[in-house]
């Protein structure tokens, strides 16, 4: 389909919406209201960022740091840097070329999981990222949705084989971000009733609506009680703890739990459609604790560009704008009801929650900076 013409179909569907009563439970979203336009341009974050979530390609590095000058991002995270001998060698090596500013977590090998010898190889790629100089270890959401235990079983988030690589990653002083479960209507079935279908249309593989996965609350528990059985070791929870639909929860877990930090790539669209006195409450109360992120991925191809989400066709020069603007302008402005920065991930609006420039230095940056030991003016 052309471009332009996806661009219609989705104008088209949001103007629909916004004339349709929505549906959503009561008390769980914001207000509807017309709004002035924006006074602030929101081109870019108001204060220097960290993006600890990003998946890039070694190859793109001058592209790459072009889209971080132009959001004012001095440090990107990034995720797919892979383990020795799989992509870690170019990552550390991009990491130089960078000048520090794209920093590699490292991963280990889940395709052997619960295998015999797997948990003494885990560790041992877990000890040599360490004495590569990475900082940190990043789980995909594949422990607990693919992974398997070796005994023909679902590898469980929380299973205490995984204890010995958990414990190990705590005494190396790395930080672990873990991706668990996914947008709990990816779990629902998968049909155009599904508030996430035009999501799930381009990528139906992305649907967990089979019975032979998990269900959400259930991934959801597992991975809480990993970051509860680790109080040494210090945990990001990808995409606002991966939970999003239910900051209650996610406040609960941050306060059981002071070595948890949660990032907030790829959810801005779902966190941002609450109501926005409840998640400016939110930001203030755990100003320490979140981390911006986005789920930017950016491949060697110039079209290979992952936006925290990937429609049919690469994105335009308007989605990008769209993507970054409404971004800013969810953490900076009180606005309501505008475009979120994720057409794809839903027909709805969002309200910014305006947060005062102390809290936006910390969320925006220092808070990574810190817990990353990244240097920061
Ligand atoms: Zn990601």
Sequence with gaps: MPVKRVRHLLLLGLALVACRPRERPAGARSPVRPSAPAVTPYTRAAFPAVDVHTHFDPGATAR??????AQNIRYAINLSAGWAGHGLEEALAQQRESGGRIVPFC???????GSEGWVAASIAILDGCAAAGVRGW?????????AGDGRGNRLHVDDPMLDPVFERAAALNLVVLIHSGDPRAFFEPNTPANERWDELRVHPAWSFADPMFPRWAEILGEFER???????LRFIGA??????????RVESLLARAPNYFIDTSARVPEFGRHDPARMRAFFLRWQDRVLFGTDLGVGADPHDLMLG?????????????????STWRYFESNDRAFEHPTPIQGRWTISGVGLAPAVLRKVYGANAARLLNLPWP
């Excluded at 990043?138 to 693919?146: A, D, E, T, Y």
């Excluded at 995409?239 to 209650?248: C, I, R």
């Design 107 to 113: 991963m280990i090998d889940w395709r052997n999981a």
């Design 239 to 248: 995409h606002f703890g991966n939970a999003a639909e239910e900051p209650d």
């Design 138 to 146: 990043k789980i995909p959401k594949v422990l607990g949705l693919g």
């Design 64 to 69: 790459q740091l072009g889209m971080m000058d």
């Design 226 to 232: 990993r970051v509860l059985r680790h109080p040494r």
């Design 309 to 325: 989400s990937t429609g049919e066709q690469p994105p335009t020069a308007d989605e990008i704008t769209r993507f970054w603007r």
